[in-house]
Each structure stands twice: as structure tokens, then as C-alpha cells.
């Protein structure tokens, strides 16, 4: 198997196709007929998901918010690499009134944060080696879907991190459902996305729900697409009730409406 992959990567050009290959998209990347065990791809260091695709291994890499413009690459076994370009894309800006305590925080919200941040991001970088058929989502919610992924953000005139999901107006207290099955890693109360829940769907991929009136499930929970997981409320960081929909490949957040069906 070693042997045939490796002969494989080689027949590939040295640049791939990639759709969507901006920063906060995704770069679809055609490895070759699906014989055998799948290939191990890395991106910037992690694990990246690869399925069958119609009898083709494809590989589903997520590129950060932060990545440059031009040349990128996967990495194979024995370090051969396949690389795609990154392209640009414009992001708007946007700005939010908020509890002056969510911006300049005490020492003691600090801290908290930090301890937090070390729990979703183990959740965003969850490993689950398991077959993915797949990429596409059901909403979780329906209503008006915001188009504010990747906004740069400015919380009381000052400057922030891009945001990071998309935001869905709903009502409190609306259910919301599994927009795919998997399995909840990890639930809680943040400081910044209040009541939190995150699902692993393999391979790296990882959904997150924010600001949550109630959390319906607990860790180590396998959900099937529709199960409610919680419901829409406004706790943490927000301006009212909304669903703050986050969609992680690789650990990089990706726009949720490259992912949606329609």
C-alpha cells in the first residue's frame, strides 16, 4: 500500500485545484483513486480529514483566518508535499456595543479565560480516526443567517480577533439540532461564548454552538442528525439572542456557509 501511494503522489501536479482555498475557506484537494487505507495529509502540522469521494480520496483541508496569500502544501508520508494556492478574500469590518467587562477584563476574568481557552481548544483539535462521508450540514437552526464570518471585529471602538462562526437570529429558547451525527466532546459555561456545546464528526471535525439558554446533552454523547442539543439563549459575550454557529477542519475555523446545505 506504502509503495502504491507513494507512486501516486508522485503522478500528482505539483499544484492542485482547490476550491474555496481563502483564508477562513476550505481547499478540496483530489489525491487519487480511493484504494486501500486512506492517506495521512497534514496541514501546517495537523491531521486532516480525507474521504471517498465518489471512488477518489479527496482531502477536506481548512485554512485559517490568518493564513497569507500564495503558495500552500499538504505533506504526505516520507514528507512529499502536494501545494495549492491560497487566494484572496475580503472580509468587512464590524462594530458592537457590549458590557464594558467583556472587553477589558479583571485579573480574575482573565484568568479564567486562559483556563478556558486550553479547553475548546482541545475541543477544536479533537482527533477521531473514523470514516467521514462528506462535509455538508443541515442548519441547526432556521432564520436569518448572518454573513459576518471573518469580520474584523470591533467591540466598544476596539479592535479585536475576526469572528469566527456565523451568527443565526432565532429566538430564545428555540431548539437546537445536530446538523450532522457525531459525538459531543465537550459541554460547559465560557466566559466570552457563555453556554457552549461542541461535536466531533471525525477526522478533525468539529462544530460549536454558542450561547446556549440550556445545554441538552452531556460529553461522550453520540447524536444522530436532528437530536436537540440545547437551546438558543444569550449567555456570555452578546448583543441579544442568537445561535453562534462555528464549523473547524484542522482546528482552523472555516465559513459555516461553505459547509450548509441550502
Known amino acids: 500500500m506504502k509503495l502504491t ?10 499544484t ?6 481563502w483564508p477562513g ?38 485554512v485559517p483566518l490568518s493564513a ?6 499538504i505533506t504526505f508520508a516520507n514528507e512529499i508535499t502536494m501545494s495549492f494556492d491560497v487566494v484572496e478574500h475580503a472580509y468587512a469590518e464590524e462594530h458592537l456595543q457590549v458590557a464594558r467587562s467583556y472587553v477589558s477584563l479583571s485579573e480574575e476574568d482573565l484568568a479564567r479565560y486562559h483556563r478556558e481557552r486550553k479547553v475548546i481548544d482541545a475541543a477544536l483539535n479533537n482527533w477521531r480516526d473514523v ?25 466598544n471602538n476596539e479592535p479585536r480577533s475576526p469572528h469566527t462562526g456565523m451568527d443565526i437570529a432565532v429566538p430564545m429558547g428555540t431548539p437546537i439540532l445536530a ?18 456545546v461542541f461535536i466531533d464528526h471525525g477526522q478533525g471535525f468539529v462544530t460549536m454552538y454558542c450561547h446556549l439558554s440550556e445545554i441538552g446533552v ?9 437530536d436537540v442539543i440545547g437551546l438558543v439563549g444569550k449567555t456570555g459575550r452578546v448583543t441579544g439572542a442568537h ?13 459555516p456557509a461553505l459547509l450548509l446545505r441550502d
Open 5 to 14: 501511494l507513494l507512486a501516486l503522489i508522485l503522478c500528482l501536479p505539483f
Open 131 to 155: 470514516p467521514v462521508a462528506g462535509v455538508d450540514l443541515e442548519s441547526p437552526v432556521e432564520g436569518p443567517r448572518s454573513s459576518s464570518f471573518g469580520k474584523r471585529r470591533f467591540f
Open 25 to 62: 475557506g476550505i481547499a478540496f484537494l483530489n489525491l487519487g483513486p480511493a484504494e486501500g487505507e486512506p492517506p495521512v495529509v497534514e496541514f501546517d502540522g495537523k491531521r486532516v480529514l480525507v474521504m471517498d469521494d465518489g471512488g477518489q480520496w479527496r482531502a477536506a483541508v481548512g
Open 68 to 73: 497569507a496569500t500564495g503558495r500552500a502544501s
Open 243 to 255: 445561535l453562534h454557529f462555528g464549523t473547524y477542519l484542522n482546528g482552523n475555523a472555516v465559513d
Open 179 to 196: 446538523p450532522r451525527a457525531g459525538v459531543v466532546t465537550e459541554t460547559g459555561d465560557f466566559y466570552f461564548n457563555g453556554n457552549t
Open 218 to 226: 452531556e460529553n461522550g454523547r453520540e447524536v444522530s442528525t436532528g
Open 16 to 21: 492542485a485545484s482547490a476550491d474555496s482555498a
